[in-house]
């Protein structure tokens, strides 16, 4: 059974920094393309990086390059998202998913398995 489990969301001020965390089981992430997506109350998901699954290509979704930088690790089936200079607009569900195939892409239906979620909220 394969399952991802996001952590290390929570309360940011602006200008904060997060760490995404998404430990995989499973499945061995070698070969596949992993991306973190996020949705926000009423608004559709958005992707948000993802990594091709030989991780020499990574892309970002323009609201976030500069600031949001995808990284995986293979030998501890782990994907994380480091968030830098956090806003407001950045506040949503953030969620792990793993693809079908090795590009990387933004289309959700891309992506076969999905972590349940982690609450990001930037606030002061």
């Known amino acids: 059974q394969v399952q991802l489990v996001e952590s290390g969301g929570g309360l940011v001020q602006p200008g904060g920094s997060l760490r995404l965390s998404c430990a995989v089981s499973?499945?061995?992430?070698?070969?596949?393309?992993v991306a973190w997506f996020r949705q926000a109350p009423g608004k559709e998901r958005e992707g948000v990086s993802c990594?091709?699954?030989?991780?020499?290509?990574?892309d970002a979704g323009d609201s976030v390059k500069g600031r949001f930088t995808i990284s995986r690790d293979n030998a501890k089936n782990t994907v994380y998202l480091q968030m830098n200079d956090l806003q407001a607009e950045d506040t949503a569900v953030y969620y792990c998913?793993?693809?079908?195939?090795?590009?990387?892409?933004?289309?959700?239906?891309?992506?076969?398995?999905w972590g349940q979620g982690t609450q990001v909220t930037v606030s002061s």
């Open positions: 998913s793993i693809g079908y195939s090795w590009g990387c892409q933004f289309r959700p239906s891309r992506y076969q398995f």
């Open positions: 499973g499945i061995t992430l070698d070969y596949r393309a």
């Open positions: 990594s091709s699954g030989s991780a020499l290509s990574t």
